[in-house]
């Protein structure tokens, strides 16, 4: 591997990381290591390789209320809530994380 793609691919993997850390102090599935893993693993996947159609289940997969999905900057993951109806603090908990995320 190439030293750029490898810079590339290192900071790819802690922005997976760095989300996931973020957001398992919210949902409670991210402290599953294997769980974890997973979703860290797609995040670094789509920020080395950016994919519109990106998105990861971060709660409950049955339930599938919040989701991470591609930001409109290549990459980058934003947070949604898709319950129905959404709960009242649905939309300051989004805003929050979403502000969090642009952070990292």
């Known amino acids: 591997?190439?030293?750029?793609?490898?810079t590339i691919k290192v900071s790819a993997d802690a922005y997976g990381a760095a989300v996931v850390q973020l957001l398992a102090q919210e949902f409670s599935d991210l402290s599953d290591e294997a769980?974890?893993?997973i979703v860290a693993t797609a995040v670094a996947r789509h920020a080395q390789t950016p994919d519109d159609a990106f998105e990861a289940i971060v709660d409950n997969p049955a339930l599938a209320n919040w989701r991470l999905h591609a930001h409109d900057?290549?990459?980058r993951?934003?947070?949604g809530c898709?319950?129905?109806?959404?709960?009242a603090r649905d939309e300051d908990r989004e805003r929050r994380l979403n502000e969090a995320l642009d952070a990292l």
């Open 73 to 75: 900057t290549a990459g």
């Open 35 to 37: 769980t974890a893993e």
């Open 82 to 87: 898709f319950r129905y109806p959404p709960a």
């Open 1 to 6: 591997m190439a030293t750029d793609e490898h």
């Open 77 to 79: 993951v934003r947070i």
